[in-house]
């Protein structure tokens, strides 16, 4: 079983819907989650991070974490065309030292004009 | 602000021949990892450094060695390419305050 398990998608959605892309992950050690975008042949981009349980919101974006399930989601309101991506979750640990970041496999999504 | 950088941007080599990639950590980031992504992949880690050792191991290839030199930046060096290896690979980089990565553009490797 893999540390981090993400929903494969593809995910397909209308502009201007309301998009949930989720994560889960067995090692209660996570502390820091994160959300990155990849466009086509790019680095992955740090769209956002949370520490610890919580929410976090950036914008049309936002970040749950629920660590008590061991389940992260990032919401996207609004989509827009230019979302069109794919979304990696990862986690690692903590801070100090050296900290492992450990990705899930990533949810492609299409936002549809 | 100043980014990974990572060089070269593309590669094209031969079956057996050898590969260097080059990864610039952002300035005062003390961890550097390295992952490859494979056409429709999940980035899969492949080895990481800190304090220029070597401190986690990933799916690296016993045909892959790499280091981190006192400057922090890292090298990949890949040896008896095969057609396999042809991939995106990328450095991260990230700091003792943060927990988090910031990944450079990627190296795309081809291997002919």
């Known amino acids: 079983q893999k540390e981090v398990e993400q929903d494969p998608g593809p995910l397909s959605v209308p502009e201007g819907a309301i998009v949930s892309l989720n994560c889960t992950y067995s090692?209660?050690?996570?502390?820091?989650f994160m959300w990155y975008r990849q466009y086509s042949r790019k680095g992955p981009e740090l769209l956002m991070y949370?520490?610890?349980?919580g929410n976090k919101e950036d914008g049309r974006f936002t970040a749950q974490v629920d660590k008590s399930s061991k389940y992260i989601s990032l919401f996207i309101r609004d989509s827009q065309p230019s979302d069109s991506a794919t979304y990696l979750c990862?986690?690692?640990?903590?801070?100090?030292?050296?900290?492992?970041?450990?990705f899930g496999t990533g949810t492609k999504l299409q936002v549809i004009p | 602000a100043a980014g990974v950088i990572q060089s070269p941007r593309h590669l094209i080599k031969e079956k057996r021949e050898t590969a260097t990639l080059k990864c610039y950590p952002i300035?005062?980031?003390?961890?550097v990892y390295w992952y490859q992504q494979g056409p429709g992949q999940d980035p899969q880690f492949l080895i990481s450094?800190?304090?220029?050792?070597?401190?986690d191991k990933g799916s690296i290839p016993d045909r892959f060695s790499a280091q981190q030199f006192s400057d922090y930046h890292s090298e990949l060096n890949m040896s008896s390419l095969e057609l396999g290896d042809s991939a995106l690979y990328f450095c991260?980089?990230?700091?003792?305050?943060?927990?988090?990565?910031?990944f450079g553009q990627g190296t795309r490797l081809t291997v002919v």
């Open positions: 991260a980089s990230s700091s003792p305050e943060g927990s988090t990565a910031f």
């Open positions: 090692n209660s050690a996570f502390q820091y």
């Open positions: 949370t520490y610890s349980s």
């Open positions: 990862a986690m690692s640990a903590g801070t100090g030292g050296y900290q492992k970041v450990t």
């Open positions: 300035p005062r980031h003390d961890t």
């Open positions: 450094f800190y304090e220029k050792m070597q401190s």
